[in-house]
């Protein structure tokens, strides 16, 4: 009944033009061609429903198992981690929320190992995040004294000098200059 009701839905121009596209580019036997016409009449019929529902979902290990010190394991796949949420993502196209609905898993359940959030924790401790900046002491405050601003730009001349070393002319460095050659 349902088969009847589903091809009465579908278009037979559509299948035929189908077929025909098919037949042209591909080779297929004559006792072939009723099955892949009720194939590709059956899969029209079903474009608009949807798909039919899974039995029940097994995970890769048992739940209360699935988050241990160092790891913690996926329940779609049994990949082992220390933080599951790019796995999700990359993998299997889930967000944290969507994961833990699908197993049907308390909104607090870990994704990321118990040692690993230590870690990071601890570390945060050490650096001072998540605390309200300190306050100044209550003593009094201190005169600064401005700081001297450096000299930007070049350094001063040299001071001239009357000595008669210092009116020779200096020596310069470098390349011989050209001379002509007389040819």
């Given at each position: 009944m349902e088969e009847q009701s589903a091809s009465k839905e579908v278009d037979l121009r559509l299948v035929a033009e189908i077929i025909r596209s098919y037949v042209a580019h591909n080779s297929v036997s004559v006792d072939q061609l009723s099955g892949l016409i009720s194939e590709v009449r059956r899969s029209l019929g079903g474009l608009g429903r949807g798909a039919p529902l899974q039995g029940a979902l097994v995970p890769a290990v048992p739940i209360k198992r699935?988050?241990?010190?160092?790891?913690?394991?996926?329940l779609e796949c049994g990949f082992r981690s220390q933080m599951l949420r790019r796995h999700l993502r990359i993998k299997h196209g889930l967000e944290a929320a969507d994961y833990r609905a699908?197993?049907?898993?308390?909104?607090?359940?870990?994704?990321t190992a118990p040692s690993y959030s230590a870690r990071r924790s601890a570390l945060a401790k050490q650096l001072g995040l998540g605390r309200p900046p300190r306050q100044a002491d209550p003593s009094p405050p201190v005169p600064k004294t401005p700081p001297v601003a450096k000299r930007r730009g070049r350094k001063p001349s040299q001071p001239v000098t009357t000595s008669p070393e210092a009116s020779a002319p200096k020596k310069r460095r470098g390349r011989k200059p050209r001379t002509l050659a007389a040819a």
């Open positions: 699935s988050v241990q010190r160092d790891h913690v394991v996926c699908r197993w049907k898993l308390s909104a607090n359940h870990p994704l």
